[in-house]
């Protein structure tokens, strides 16, 4: 079972916004609140919702799909689609009122036939690749690619966006390139768009979770938190924020056995007792979003202690080495979470298996009940 504490989301997000205004208080950037793969796994409609009444004024997911859920969960906050429009019904920008990001001149060309057919005016951000190298307008090319998509009339530039690479990397010189780069697209930007149609002069954002701790000069007007939402600081920068983590991940002993030295469990027999040993048998595997990697690596809490994941992680089942622990069927497993005075994090079990945080978050299976508090 997942716990997602709502009441820990929403109180980082508040901390998120006391630490902006503290750190620029004359004009202070607003949160894009990131609710993308399923609000990092920990479910977008109950995420949305929460975030929302936290008082998030935009939130931001990664395809229209997504954007349908939200606001069939009631969601009425402005809704950001990150992603790229081609694989999906452009009616439902239309339909959710979603706002698209354009990052392509063949998106920004299907995105204003879709208007005319409406016949709407629709609200976009423009994305500008600065040297990720995935999607976004090549931050040297904007003379030739933006004048169309700026002229139309179909289409308003609400805002003008660039995602960094190496945020998360205090030795990449690629970060700093990335801003530097982004300044002078602002710049080209600004003079295609007055050149065109003019109007508005388009808000600016850039800074992920990883960026918003480590430069405020790339906040701008707004910022875009994802993984410090859900309590976790992106490995390897440190936080004074006081965050708490959102979802607690637990299950039960199910069975427990001796092992006689010499016997081995699991699939593929990877584990080998070398003395008696107590295996505790818990049902939960890679069919829940567990890594396998944590056969021989990971460890579980059980009666407030640390016990040893064993053997390989199969689908449905793990087992966990809780020798002399006194563990019996029944028992509450922590897999996330706190149990007696330990705690196992998302950034410790990724770094245990050589992984990111937000692949465990967002890998935790659907068929895992989440129980909201």
Same mark, same amino acid.
Request: glycine share 10%; proline share 6%; aromatic share 6%.
């Given at each position: 079972?997942?716990?997602?504490?709502?009441?820990?989301?929403?109180?980082?997000?508040? !901390?998120?916004?006391? !630490?902006?205004?503290? =750190?620029?208080?004359?004009?202070? +950037?607003?949160?894009?609140?990131?609710?993308?793969?399923?609000?990092?796994? !920990?479910?977008?409609?109950?995420?949305?919702?929460?975030?929302?009444?936290?008082?998030?004024?935009?939130?931001?997911?990664?395809?229209?799909?997504?954007?349908?859920?939200?606001?069939?969960?009631?969601?009425?906050?402005?809704?950001?689609?990150?992603?790229?429009?081609?694989?999906?019904?452009?009616?439902?920008?239309? $339909?959710?009122?979603?706002? +698209?990001?354009?990052?392509?001149?063949?998106?920004?060309?299907?995105?204003?036939?879709?208007?005319?057919?409406?016949?709407?005016?629709?609200?976009? !951000?423009?994305?500008?690749?600065?040297? @990720?190298?995935?999607?976004?307008?090549?931050?040297?090319?904007?003379?030739?690619?933006?004048?169309?998509?700026?002229?139309?009339?179909?289409?308003?530039? =609400?805002?003008?966006?660039?995602?960094?690479?190496?945020?998360?990397?205090?030795?990449?010189?690629?970060?700093?390139?990335?801003?530097?780069?982004?300044?002078?697209?602002?710049?080209?930007? $600004?003079?295609?768009?007055?050149?065109?149609?003019?109007?508005?002069?388009?808000?600016?954002?850039?800074?992920?979770?990883?960026?918003?701790?480590?430069?405020?000069?790339?906040?701008?007007?707004?910022?875009? +938190?994802?993984?410090?939402?859900?309590?976790?600081?992106?490995?390897?920068?440190?936080?004074?924020?006081?965050?708490?983590?959102?979802?607690?991940?637990?299950?039960?002993?199910?069975?427990?056995?001796?092992?006689?030295?010499?016997?081995?469990?699991?699939?593929?027999?990877?584990?080998?007792?070398?003395?008696?040993?107590?295996?505790?048998?818990?049902?939960?595997?890679?069919?829940?979003?567990?890594?396998?990697?944590?056969?021989?690596?990971?460890?579980?809490?059980?009666?407030?202690?640390?016990?040893?994941?064993?053997?390989?992680?199969?689908?449905? @089942?793990?087992?966990?080495?809780?020798?002399?622990?006194?563990?019996? +069927?029944?028992?509450?497993?922590?897999?996330?979470?706190?149990?007696?005075?330990?705690?196992?994090?998302?950034?410790?079990?990724?770094?245990?298996?050589?992984?990111?945080?937000?692949?465990?978050?967002?890998?935790?299976?659907?068929?895992?009940?989440?129980?909201?508090?």
């Amino acid at each position: 079972m997942a716990r997602v504490d709502l009441d820990a989301l929403k109180s980082n997000f508040r !901390h998120i916004v006391e !630490h902006l205004a503290r =750190e620029q208080p004359r004009r202070p +950037p607003r949160p894009i609140a990131v609710v993308k793969a399923n609000a990092y796994g !920990h479910g977008a409609a109950e995420v949305g919702r929460a975030l929302e009444d936290a008082g998030a004024d935009l939130l931001a997911c990664a395809d229209i799909e997504e954007g349908a859920v939200l606001r069939a969960a009631g969601v009425t906050a402005q809704i950001l689609v990150f992603g790229a429009l081609s694989v999906s019904d452009l009616d439902g920008l239309f $339909d959710c009122a979603l706002t +698209p990001t354009i990052s392509t001149p063949g998106a920004a060309r299907a995105v204003e036939t879709i208007a005319r057919k409406h016949k709407q005016r629709l609200r976009y !951000h423009l994305k500008i690749d600065t040297g @990720m190298n995935r999607l976004g307008f090549r931050h040297d090319n904007l003379g030739r690619t933006l004048p169309e998509l700026l002229a139309s009339e179909g289409l308003e530039l =609400e805002a003008v966006y660039t995602h960094f690479a190496t945020a998360d990397d205090p030795d990449s010189r690629l970060f700093n390139d990335q801003g530097l780069r982004f300044e002078r697209a602002l710049k080209d930007v $600004d003079d295609i768009r007055k050149g065109a149609r003019g109007g508005r002069r388009p808000y600016v954002h850039a800074a992920n979770s990883a960026a918003l701790l480590r430069d405020a000069r790339v906040w701008y007007d707004r910022v875009r +938190p994802g993984l410090l939402l859900y309590g976790v600081v992106p490995p390897p920068l440190a936080s004074t924020l006081p965050l708490l983590p959102v979802m607690t991940l637990r299950s039960r002993v199910v069975a427990v056995k001796g092992v006689r030295p010499g016997e081995g469990v699991g699939y593929g027999v990877q584990f080998s007792a070398e003395r008696p040993a107590t295996i505790a048998t818990i049902p939960a595997g890679y069919a829940d979003g567990l890594d396998a990697r944590l056969g021989g690596r990971g460890v579980v809490l059980i009666r407030g202690r640390r016990a040893p994941i064993v053997g390989s992680v199969s689908m449905d @089942m793990l087992a966990a080495d809780v020798t002399g622990l006194d563990a019996a +069927p029944g028992d509450e497993v922590v897999i996330l979470g706190s149990q007696g005075g330990d705690r196992i994090d998302v950034r410790e079990m990724a770094a245990t298996i050589g992984t990111i945080p937000y692949e465990i978050l967002c890998r935790i299976g659907t068929r895992i009940e989440r129980v909201y508090s």
